[in-house]
């Protein structure tokens, strides 16, 4: 049967990527709902679909930060196929800045789309998957959701939220044969850099030195810290392609058994493995899972 899935912020980067391997993957019959914020800008999905466009790809608008563009689209999907298999949550921005200078209304701009859009879909799609007793999430968080960089600290914010909301998710929704995970790329060559909205909406977070209501000892400070993450000897050899990471996301979804985190990369899975004595979450999820879900609810299909 096909596989419905719906992805979000599909016009570039990961989410493009990610709906066109999977519309192009015939034999696990993904039917995919590639969906954008603004279809004025669906021209490069477009071209990289190809011949999947209206077969296997279907282009819809969707913005997270709004309830009735969320509703719509999942009620359009569910209407006509009557069921929602996947749920890819990849729209997302950065930010970067001095704290004291990021005004409330960019901190929640922020939380709008990188969290609480991720919650107010999934909010939305639970009931049709718990319905259906079966169903894939898998949202694209980032290293920084496990492992914050400095001046970036509500970009940080916002991913260690997704993170918190999908463990606890992943955990609850096992009795309903849903599974939820996250997976945490490192830096990944897309528009992501140019359409960070700092704290004064310069577009790189390196122009965070140039901010000029900013003393100069944290310029300076700033400067050095930067200087020596963007030079160090792994930047330029850890950043990959969009498609590596549509990939890990893939594979994610085609999983037997998901695992609640995905590092994207060996040198992340190494780094992970700092923080977390099993980075694939599953030591932490079986040790748990046993002491929270009853037997007769395992699995209940
Ligand atoms: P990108 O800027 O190309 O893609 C982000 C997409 O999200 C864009 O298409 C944008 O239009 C969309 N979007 C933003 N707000 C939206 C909204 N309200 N509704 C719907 N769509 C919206 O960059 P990307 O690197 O492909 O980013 C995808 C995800 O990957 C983000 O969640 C980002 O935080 C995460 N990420 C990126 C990197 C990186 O280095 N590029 C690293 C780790 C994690």
Redesign the pocket.
């Known amino acids: 049967a096909p596989r419905v899935a719906i992805i979000?912020?599909?016009?570039?980067?990961?989410?493009?990527s990610t709906a066109v391997m999977m519309a192009n993957d015939p034999a696990k019959g993904y039917i995919v709902y590639a969906?954008?914020?603004?279809l004025a800008?669906k021209g490069d999905l477009e071209k990289a679909a190809g011949a999947t466009l209206n077969k296997t790809l279907f282009i819809i608008q969707?913005?997270?930060?709004?309830d009735d563009s969320i509703k719509r689209a999942v009620k359009d999907v569910f209407t006509k196929h009557k069921r929602i298999d996947i749920l890819v949550n990849?729209?997302?921005?950065?930010s970067s800045g001095y704290i004291e200078l990021v005004t409330d209304q960019q901190m929640r701009a922020l939380f709008?789309?990188?969290f609480f859009?991720v919650v107010h879909l999934i909010q939305e799609v639970l009931p049709i998957m718990k319905k259906q007793r079966s169903g894939r999430i898998i949202s694209?968080?980032?290293?920084?959701g496990i492992t914050a960089w400095p001046f970036g600290e509500i970009?940080a914010a916002s991913?260690f939220a997704l993170e918190g909301f999908t463990e606890s998710l992943s955990i609850g929704y096992r009795p309903f044969n849903i599974w939820v995970s996250s997976c945490?790329?490192?830096?990944?060559?897309?528009?992501?850099?140019a359409?960070m909205g700092s704290a004064n909406n310069q577009p790189e977070f390196l122009k965070l030195t140039e901010e000029k209501n900013i003393d100069k000892e944290s310029k300076e400070v700033c400067g050095m810290i930067i200087n020596r993450l963007v030079n160090s000897p792994t930047f330029e050899e850890e950043q990959q392609t969009?498609e590596e990471?549509a990939s890990v996301i893939k594979g994610a979804l085609e999983d037997e058994k998901p695992h609640l985190r995905y590092a994207t990369s060996k040198l992340r899975l190494d780094y992970a493995k700092k923080y977390f004595v099993d980075p694939t979450g599953d030591t932490f999820c079986d040790t748990i899972v046993p002491h929270i879900i009853p037997d007769s609810l395992k699995q209940k299909k």
């Open positions: 979000t912020g599909c016009s570039s980067g990961i989410g493009l969906t954008m914020r603004n800008k969707l913005d997270v930060t709004k990849n729209a997302g921005h950065g709008d789309t990188n859009g694209v968080s980032s290293v920084a970009y991913k945490q790329p490192g830096p990944v060559k897309t528009a992501f850099i359409n969009p990471i």
